[in-house]
């Protein structure tokens, strides 16, 4: 059985998602003693599967806190110090949902979820006068006080850092909702909400923000009359960034922006940044201005990648920040992808900056293409393989590394990255460069080639 993917367990509930399996992950992943909070996006569903997680986690021995709709964020925050479980799809539409695990505010591993999927059909049930009890807990407030301190006192340095800018955020009728334009308004934004009545069939737009779910909140800037526009998906794990006249600010300037500042203002000799095989080059090239270095890890574990850089950094070193695109983990805040702080963040930074093109200007931004081609699930390894070999003697000036597909990176900070679906029967490839159409087409013509062997 494999229930985990790159963001725990999710898919449609009437077919993998259902009560049954979250009674039952919630049976597998309790034990006596142990305390769990339990909270749920917005979703339909969300309310069932809470109750049928919660009476596994207890039927397990475990106690249960019950912090009803929160952002994922805002879970993942109330579990420090013990151990959570989100009920969310977050991105996925709405007839989706499902079960992400945490564990001291930081997801489960990739061996933790492994020894919750060994006892899924057949878990050890607590003796009946050891089953655990759920009581209520408050934590929206205390995430959003949280967050708002944190941008006060470890960011911007200032009480009200955001006086006299103007934000228009889209909650796409998700749990950002309930955090993000409170906390924006308490660092002295003044703030415009759309979408922000929490509604699990998401009546809006799609649940991912991207620049053509996005549209409304573009025409809504486009007059000029704001500073910046931000958007989340449906559980606030995700931020998308809009300049002051609707334009999607790319996910990876983003990136490149808050890692910068990170690196540039920490007290650390090394500061590490930790992102993924498809984040850009322009990351690498911020980073290293600002005196860090960056480290890649596969895509969904930035957790696995922070606790990998820790282990390995000498006296000195830290892991100042940690991304993927539109995912942010803010280590001096917690170990968790976090679209609120990431909002406020930024806004602080368009705050100190004047704006959002000062702190573009600084970041190349080159063309950027993503092509999926055919490759059938018995394949993909094989021709992997292959590309190991064939792609570096066909690029023989690019700098080659293995460890998450095949990523070559050019003396002009163009790269590209040929990696296999996790889901999907295809193979990626994703590159960026000045000359990004003759690379693609060189690369792809490298990988239809390595496929058509390996077929």
Known sequence: MTLFGTAGIRGPVEERVTPALALAVGQAAGESGATFVVGRDGRETGAALAAAVTAGLESAGADVKRVGVVPT??????????RGVMVTASHNPPADNGLKLFVDGVEYDRSQEEAVEALVEA????????????ERLEVLEPYREAVVDYVREAVAGEARPLEGLSV???CGAGVGALATPQVLERLGADVVALNATVDGHFPARESKPTPETLTDLSAFLADGSFDLGLAHDGDADRLVVLDGDGEVIHEDTVLAVVAAHYARTTDADVPVVVTTPNASARIDEQVREAGGRVERVRLGALHEGIARERERGGAGTAVVFAAEPWKHVHPAFGGWIDGVVSAAVVAALVADAGGTDPLREPVSERPYRKVSVDCPDAAKAAAMARLETSLPETFPDATVETDYGVRLEFPDASWLLVRPSGTEPYVRLYAESDAVDDLV???????????????
């Open 123 to 134: 878990p050890e049930l607590a003796p009946w006068d050891e089953w655990g009890r759920s």
């Open 73 to 82: 964020p805002a879970l993942a925050f109330a579990s420090q110090g013990r």
């Open 168 to 170: 228009v955020v889209d």
């Open 441 to 455: 087409a060189d690369a792809r013509a490298v990988l239809e080639s390595a496929v058509e062997a390996a077929g």
